[in-house]
């Protein structure tokens, strides 16, 4: 294509790239990292919780709903981790 071809390349690939990172799929070749385990189940925790609370629920109610969960879920990932203890190391009661 050319001259547009060429300007419209770069943007055009990082389209594609944001939406296989937003849609989680898998690219050839790219390996299954750690985080995106947690963060499938952690998504697949919140559509379970979701569905189970907004049951027969109208509308208004269930994205209600749909925003506190992920007030919740945003509040549990800004919390900091805390070390686990040891307890050979920890003082005697």
Request: zero cysteines; a negative charge; proline letters at 9%.
């Given at each position: ?19 296989f990172?937003e ?11 750690v985080?995106?385990t947690?963060q ?23 994205a ?6 992920s ?19 920890s003082?005697?009661?």
């Open positions: 294509m050319g001259i547009p071809g060429a300007l419209l390349a770069l943007p055009l690939a990082a389209t594609i790239m944001m939406l990172d849609l989680r799929v898998e690219m050839p070749g790219q390996q299954e990292q985080e995106d947690q499938r189940a952690e998504d697949a925790r919140s559509e379970v919780e979701y569905e189970r609370r907004t049951a027969g629920v109208p509308a208004e109610q269930a209600a709903i749909a925003v506190e969960i007030d919740d879920r945003r509040k549990e990932e800004n919390r900091p981790v805390e070390p686990p203890v040891d307890e050979a190391e003082p005697a009661k």
